[in-house]
């Protein structure tokens, strides 16, 4: 973690060059941030690993593969740098593929620029920023029955997906699904 008061060292992967642009320099307009570096490739990013990072964006359609591939390098920096998947995906194979892979983060390229910073801030403080959209997603897939059928065992297994989250983690999940930043939800529900 961070000491209070420093910069945060944010890196952006990211193929189009508008969309890299625009969150650049809306990063850069942020006080306490500094983009430290960008890469629009898989190749590009590697040969930049070694510039410590706090933050990562990560893009995960890139032209030379999937952004994912590169989670193990950035988790073998030292230290390793927060990991945010931002995508225009939200479909349920990029965000299975995302969190399976390790990203800490998944906010989708049509967050404004403010719940763009938020994501970084609450990932660089070691909280999993979540855009809305996602977080439905998550809430109705823990949900869903996976197993075939609707008897008691299709019941059971969707109770203890259910249960494994704590009270509290069901009630912030739910206030990300309904659209509240994760600021909105702290002060609705009394936490920080």
Known sequence: TRAAGMTLR???IEDQPAVLDAVANG?????GVSVVWTANSISQ???????????????????DGRGTSL??????????PAIVAFTVFGDE???????????????????STEVLLDAVRDAAAGASPISPAVA?????????????G??????????????????????????????????EAALRLGIS
């Open 45 to 63: 990013a590697r040969t930049l690993l070694a510039v410590p990072a706090d933050v990562v964006l990560l893009d995960l359609g890139l032209p």
């Open 93 to 111: 194979t990029s965000v299975v593929e995302a969190i399976a892979a390790g990203v800490d983060g998944y906010v989708l390229k049509t967050a």
């Open 150 to 183: 609707s008897g008691p065992a299709a019941q059971a297994r969707s109770e203890h997906r259910l249960m494994a989250l704590t009270a509290r983690e069901h009630e912030v999940l739910e206030a990300l699904a309904r659209g509240l930043s994760y600021r």
């Open 136 to 148: 439905g997603f998550l809430l109705r897939r823990l949900r869903a029955d996976e197993v075939p």
């Open 10 to 12: 944010v890196a952006i």
């Open 71 to 80: 989670v193990p390098a950035l988790r073998a920096r030292a230290p390793a």
């Open 27 to 31: 990063l850069r307009l942020a006080e």
